[in-house]
């Protein structure tokens, strides 16, 4: 499988890291990931699908809260600390603002029937955003060094631990991570050394 | 609900958000049964209310769910005050909270993500990490898909919530299959469910 390599594109300033941030995080209804997804790769096309995967994976994997890590990373990336704080708090500045005043105006959680009601339509959307994200990306899986079909064994296997078998989320990311890593890494040492042999022989004698 | 809270609480109170900070992987929210235990059942701070309601209306404002974190910060500073009532000194405690509760939850996990995320960045040829990024990527897919399940149709009774599937199936279908802006559809959501007829 051959993709064209998209071009590119990148913020030109951590004013816009903030302002792409606090816009994403403003869209961002019960979860943000789908929108940074959307946003940042379909729109803004700063990164591809696979490299937002990648990222994702970092993310997921260090403690904390995935999207503010993701957004530090993201930050980072581009202009260093000051890059990760500008995105970091454009993730929360604003919604933190939003979030305090409705704690004010409201006390508790408005408890008429009509704001559950469409509290639970809008949970449903944004489950069904996730599921979709989770889908878009997968089709990544081709192009790991895994191979199509070892990966797409692992995606399956991770849905059956964590959404049928419920378990933690923990055990599923360090066990089959450390397997699906292993075989990872022994794929990438066979290519190594078949890259290696190639241009040993192939290439200019000297 | 009045508390009072000495310098040394305050300190307490930071320094078991920054612990948990480590702890939540996958996401400050798999920590949340923790700061119940400590929060409402161990010091008394927060009711078992307040604590559900700060992480309901989290997930229902727009953002990242972290923010549950700060509205028990700003809850256990206002409960520390006398009430919202009490004016600008019950405020000036509930930004605190916040202040502490957030620097407590991210600081530790940022710094870590950071400093790892830049050490990965240097050495990113080295095999071993392109075999753990690589090799997360399958897992991290299909956990993004289970999250999403869980959510919904996993937590739902089809013979009583059919209709809550039956969302989430067409949402799912328009995202993979437009592009339209995902706004649009959270919006839709929330208009059916306020008819009731969900």
Known sequence: MSSVIPELSQPKSKTELFVVFTLLALQGFGGVLAVVQQELVDRRKWMTKAQFVEEWSVAQVM???????????????????????????????APLMIVLALAILFGGVADSPTAQGALKG??????????????????????????????????VVAFVFVGIFRFPL?????????????????????????FDDKSSSEGPRS | MSISLSPQDWLDFFVHFASLSLLGIGGAITTAPDMHRYLVDERNWLTDATFSSSIALAQSA??????????????????????????PSAWG????GVTLSMLGILLPSSVLTYKATKWAHQNRNLTSVRAFKSGMAPIVIGLLVSTGWLLSVAQNDYAKNWKLWLVTIVATLV??????????LIAAGGLVGATGIL
Do not use: D, E
């Not at chain 1, 990306?137 to 895994?146: A, D, E, G, I, V």
């Open chain 1, 63 to 93: 403690p904390g809260p995935n999207v503010a890590n993701l957004c530090l990373m993201i930050g980072g990336k581009y202009f260093g600390l000051p890059g990760a704080m500008a995105a970091l708090l454009g993730l929360l500045f």
């Open chain 2, 93 to 96: 405690l509930g930004l605190m």
């Open chain 2, 62 to 87: 727009p953002g990242p769910n972290v923010l549950f974190v700060a509205l028990m910060g700003w809850q256990v500073g206002i409960n520390a005050g006398g009430g919202f009532s009490a004016g």
């Open chain 2, 175 to 184: 995202v993979t299959r437009t592009s339209i802006h995902l706004l649009w």
């Open chain 1, 170 to 194: 923990i055990w599923a990311l360090l066990g089959l991570g450390v397997v699906s890593c292993y075989i990872t890494y022994r794929a990438l040492k066979q290519l190594q050394t078949k």
């Open chain 1, 122 to 155: 809008m949970g449903a959307v944004s489950a069904g955003l996730i599921i979709a994200t989770g889908l878009k990306l997968s089709t990544t899986l081709p192009q790991n060094p895994m191979g199509m079909r070892t990966a797409i064994f692992f995606a």
